[in-house]
Nanobody, 120 residues
Framework: QVQLVESGGGLVQPGGSLRLSCAAS????????MGWYRQAPGKQRELVAR???????NYADPVKGRFTISRDNAKNTLYLQMNALKLEDTAVYYC??????????????WGQGTQVTVSS
C-alpha cells in the first residue's frame, strides 16, 4: 500500500518561507503525477502545484512566482518550497500522487496533511 507522509508545516510570519516535504513509501517514479493541494477553512480543496513524470509543472495562479515544486527521486520525496508567504496561504496542505493504470482508471493517494499558518 502506498503511503505519503507530509512534514514541514508550521507557523510563519507574512513574507516568511517554509519547505514542505512528502515522503513516499515506494519509488515516486511509479507515479504519473504528484502534486500539492491545500484546503482553507470553509473552502474547497484546491490544486497548488503539480509535476508529471515527464517533468511538466503547473502552478495555481495565486502561488506563481512564490512557490516551487520539486522532487528527489533518490529519496522518494516531493517538495514544495514556499516563499513570500501571505495570510491567504494559510491552509492544510496535502500531498497527492496518481498512478494511471489505463486511460480510464487511476489510483490516487493522499497524505494526511500538514498545517501551514501564516500570521503576524
Amino acid at each position: 500500500q502506498v503511503q505519503l507522509v507530509e512534514s514541514g508545516g508550521g507557523l510563519v510570519q507574512p513574507g516568511g518561507s517554509l519547505r514542505l516535504s512528502c515522503a513516499a513509501s515506494g519509488s515516486i517514479l511509479s507515479f504519473n503525477a504528484m502534486g500539492w493541494y491545500r484546503q482553507a477553512p470553509g473552502k474547497q480543496r484546491e490544486l497548488v502545484a503539480r509535476i508529471t513524470s515527464g517533468g511538466s509543472i503547473n502552478y495555481a495562479d495565486p502561488v506563481k512566482g512564490r512557490f516551487t515544486i520539486s522532487r528527489d527521486n533518490a529519496k522518494n520525496t516531493l517538495y514544495l518550497q514556499m516563499n513570500a508567504l501571505k495570510l491567504e496561504d494559510t491552509a492544510v496542505y496535502y500531498c497527492h500522487a496518481r498512478r494511471e493504470r489505463n486511460s480510464m482508471l487511476n489510483d490516487d493517494y493522499w497524505g494526511q496533511g500538514t498545517q501551514v499558518t501564516v500570521s503576524s
